[in-house]
């Protein structure tokens, strides 16, 4: 039985006020596998855990915006991987609590049904862990604020463009640099921003600026992308000009991720209309995930025992 989240604050209960952290990260691992999410939220102090497993597997990096996006675009990709002896991690960059949410935020919880003394990120932090178990894949959370907690004050201004003063390109940055020197990925998985949401578009930022090197699949953010005829696509210039690259998936690979996508219990309503309209989407998605690819994708079949 996999143990709970641990949690390596030192300095600080919460990041810093601006969103992020204010410093650069240093996280040092011995090698393996993560037995429990790690919950990277203090970046001034090295990070290490002592976790087993065989550091010469292939091992995937997927980053998801939110707790739920890369499970629901992707999942069935990561289980795939996972299945074949891929090591997968799974970052997920806005998963931080906020005490006392005011306004907008407020409003995100409470229009879920859910009370305003709920910690509603704790809730979500653990719909993902039970998905990732499911997965079969390693979950990440770095604790940066959703953009409702960063002065994005209404659901138009989440899809109204980046505001001046969100600064958080940045510090996602330096925490996607630390993660790619602490796991030395073969792949990547990232969003393409379908949708237009600014957490995506930061994230996908983020990821863009550092020009890594590493095979990278963009995946195509569901359901925005099937919630307007033609959806909003910020970046599709830039995506147009990769390579189209569909990943199959098996029927225990689809098991996989329609079990996997029912966890994030919280969000079904919202997103989906409730669970019918998640299962109802997914059948209508088929047994193929797209994608975008840049660079040369490695073999999906692994490299090391299993």
């Known amino acids: 039985m996999p143990k709970g989240p641990r949690s390596f604050d030192t300095d600080a209960a ?14 040092r ?13 203090q ?16 091992t995937c990096l997927a980053l998801s915006p ?29 998963t931080a609590t906020v005490p006392n949410p005011q306004g907008f935020a407020l409003e995100c919880q409470l229009d879920k049904g859910l009370a305003a003394d709920i910690d509603y990120m704790a809730l979500r932090r653990n719909e993902d862990f039970l998905a990732a178990r499911i997965l079969g894949v390693e979950p990440v959370w770095l604790h940066f604020r959703e953009a409702p907690h ?24 330096s925490a996607f ?15 393409q921003a379908i949708g237009g949401h600014v957490d995506h578009i930061q994230v996908f930022r983020a990821f863009s600026g550092l020009e890594p090197d590493r ?20 970046f599709g210039a830039e995506m147009s000009l990769l390579e189209a690259e569909d990943v199959a998936l098996r029927p225990n690979a689809l098991e996989a991720k329609r079990a996997a996508c029912r966890c994030y219990a919280s969000q079904l309503g919202f997103q989906f209309g409730g669970l019918d309209g998640l299962e109802a989407r997914l059948a209508a998605a088929g047994s193929v995930e797209p994608f975008r690819l840049q660079g040369a994708m490695p073999p999906m079949e692994s490299r090391g025992p299993g």
């Open 150 to 173: 960063r002065g994005y004050a209404s659901a138009a201004a989440l899809f109204g463009g980046v505001r001046p003063d969100d600064a958080i390109q940045a510090e996602l940055a």
């Open 14 to 27: 919460h990041p810093a006020q601006d969103g992020g952290y204010g410093g650069a990260f240093e996280i």
């Open 29 to 41: 691992y011995c090698s393996g596998r993560l037995r429990s999410p790690l919950i990277v939220s």
């Open 177 to 191: 640099a630390a993660l790619f020197a602490a796991f030395h990925p073969d792949l990547i998985l990232v969003p």
């Open 43 to 58: 970046p001034r102090k090295r990070l290490c855990r002592r976790i087993l497993g065989d550091p010469a597997m292939p």
């Open 66 to 94: 939110h707790l739920d996006d890369a499970v629901f675009s992707c999942g069935g990709t990561m289980a795939t991987l996972a299945r074949a002896g891929w090591r997968v991690i799974l970052a997920t960059a806005f």
């Open 215 to 234: 095979a990278t699949l963009w995946w195509r953010d569901f359901p925005y992308t099937v919630r307007d005829a033609v959806p909003r696509e910020p």
